[in-house]
């Protein structure tokens, strides 16, 4: 199926693109591109454009390499990233790291209860293809919180549903419920931040 060859050519690309960044670079423009990636979805949008020097999330949710295999997965979903590129929409982008993604137990499109009911064969045909779809979207809308900024101990509606909220610890913030620890926010801009997770929350 289609997503089970997606995770190592991303990562292959992460280790091409990191022995390129070695050598020797010149100074770095940055025009702007406008959005990374325009909506798949061919009815018109409602997005509110942005003004030609407002940096959105869609500029930027791809530039972390630590983080391409989630930011690859929003791709496949035209109204998540017609969110990021609307500079009316604020967000937190919650995205874990390549490494977090890659340790689960099971691809971020499987489910057990479908494998419960039918078997190796899942996934396989078009009925596959759309269960593994359905799949794969709650596990990129639970990484998407439609607020920013997003004060300590606010409690807020993933896209997916669940309730997520944050705490500080140590000086560090922890996603609740789940203790996933907060790496680093990757980017602070017009329309939200991206926020690089080391583990991954409860998709199922």
Known sequence: MRYTNLIYP??????????????????LQQPNLGPAMP????SPSTSAPADSDTVILS???????????FAGFTRDFAYISQRFED???NTTILAPVNSA?????RKPWEDPEDYDRLGDQAYEGEKGEER???NMRRFVEAHVVPASPWKEGEKVKTLAGGEVWWESRDGAKIIQPGNIEVSSIASKVYNGEVWILKGVRNYA
């Open 101 to 105: 993604i890659m340790a689960l137990p």
């Open 59 to 69: 500029d930027v949710l791809g530039r972390d390499r630590s983080i391409n295999i």
């Open 39 to 42: 909506p798949t979805d061919s």
């Open 10 to 27: 991303l990562l292959a690309a992460t280790s091409a693109a990191s022995v390129l960044a070695q050598r020797p670079q010149q100074p």
């Open 87 to 89: 500079s009316a929409l």
């Open 132 to 134: 593994a779809q359905r």
